[in-house]
């Protein structure tokens, strides 16, 4: 059985720091289990970036987190104050926070401008999805730490272990 680290969203553990004072907590099995074990690593990149809770909505306009990250596009509110700033600070804390404990993965809240895997807002504040990364999952992407979102825990653990199932 693997023993690797995850780096994980705080608002996945259940701790109500997502934009709107709220968590969204994953009642999984797995992640039980490596909570038991002492193998994850809590971060909420918007928070160590700075932000408040609660906090207004941000979005990536125009493009994805490895768009920011190329300093091509921007992270605003819907009043339209840029919090890119933020969004860098936080990703970069969650890689030196990740790489200080040796995590080989994250497990990431899906959708999130900081978080999202494989689906972000799609700048509008309309609700509407596009294909990418938000700028941590980017980063740590960048730097060799896979991502996963809620949705794929499954291949997480593959990940984790080689391919073989995880004992209790």
Known sequence: MSSKRILVSRCLLGDPVRYDGRSKALHHPLLEKWKIKGRLVPVCPELD???PVPRPAAEIS????????DGA??????????????F???ARRA???????????ALLKERSPSC???RIHDGTFGGGLREGRGVTAALLERNGIRTFCEDNIGAL???????KEENA
Not at 73 to 86: I, N, Y
């Open 62 to 69: 125009g493009g994805d987190g490895e768009d920011v990250l």
């Open 88 to 90: 860098l600070s936080g």
């Open 49 to 51: 970036g700075g932000l």
């Open 73 to 86: 596009v921007h992270v605003v509110t819907e009043q339209g104050t840029d919090v890119t700033g933020a």
């Open 116 to 118: 999202g895997c494989r």
């Open 157 to 163: 653990a593959a990940f984790l272990d080689d391919g």
């Open 95 to 105: 890689l030196e926070t990740a790489r200080a404990a040796g995590c080989a993965a």
